[in-house]
């Protein structure tokens, strides 16, 4: 069984302020998504990193990928209000399509 | 282009009752699929199918079965509802450059009592 392990669970913060999101599993993923979900909808897709030690850029957020695809980092950069929300990672693992989710990081951003 | 349509969007049911939730993914995607959401278990893996096939499944009882008709659009039923079955159900559709990237619907919140 794959896990995939967040940390942390949750977290509060100001607006302007910076933080980390982990995401680290014991397994190899073949790719690894970053999602964002607001109360009362579903997950949005906000990128995939495939390549170990992959770094993609979405404005002011940067992800991360493991040089060995078994972790991944989500970075925020001055931290908005609108960034608030569950954040979820999920990987491919390989050999099977289906996806495992990690249990979430749960972000508050105070104005 | 449509995003994935999940209906009916709330449900209250009774123990014992059976249900069904449908899910029409988005245009030209032809895998769905279904994960149940709850606070303490998280994001959980029901079952994925391809071209009315089901191709993955995850690890949970019989009572929970699905299907895929011909247009892509997806069914998902519960049997035999226990009050654990109370939940967010997600549909997820996928087809774009990674095969495993979700799209998912606005979910079904289904309250079993």
């Known amino acids: 069984t794959q896990l995939l392990e967040q940390s942390p669970q949750f977290l509060s913060i100001q607006e302007g302020e910076n933080l980390t999101v982990y995401c680290n599993s014991s397994?190899?993923?073949?790719?690894l998504q970053w999602y964002r979900q607001e109360p009362g909808e579903g997950p949005v897709l906000l990128v995939t990193?495939?390549?170990?030690?992959e770094v993609k850029k979405l404005k002011r957020l940067t992800f991360q990928f493991g040089d060995a695809r078994k972790d991944s980092s989500l970075h925020i950069t001055a931290a908005q209000p609108g960034d608030t929300g569950l954040y979820l990672c999920?990987?491919?693992?390989?050999?099977?399509?289906?996806?495992?989710f990690g249990s979430g990081t749960r972000l508050q951003v105070q104005p | 282009k449509a995003g994935v349509t999940q209906t009916p969007r709330y449900l209250i049911k009774t123990r014992g009752q059976q249900v069904t939730l449908s899910c029409s993914p988005i245009s030209g995607h032809r895998s769905v699929s279904w994960y149940q959401q709850t606070p303490g278990q998280g994001l959980q893996f029901l079952f994925e199918y391809f071209s009315e096939t089901q191709r993955n499944k995850g690890n949970f009882p019989g009572r929970f079965s699905g299907r895929q008709f011909s247009n892509s659009r997806s069914e998902m039923n519960v049997s035999t509802l226990e009050l654990g079955d109370s939940a967010l159900y997600l549909c997820?559709?996928?087809?774009?450059?990674?095969?495993?990237?979700?799209?998912f619907g606005q979910g079904t919140r289904l309250t079993v009592v």
């Open positions: 999920a990987g491919e693992g390989t050999g099977r399509r289906a996806l495992t």
């Open positions: 397994s190899v993923f073949s790719s």
């Open positions: 990193v495939v390549t170990g030690g």
């Open positions: 997820a559709s996928s087809g774009g450059t990674y095969e495993t990237e979700a799209f």
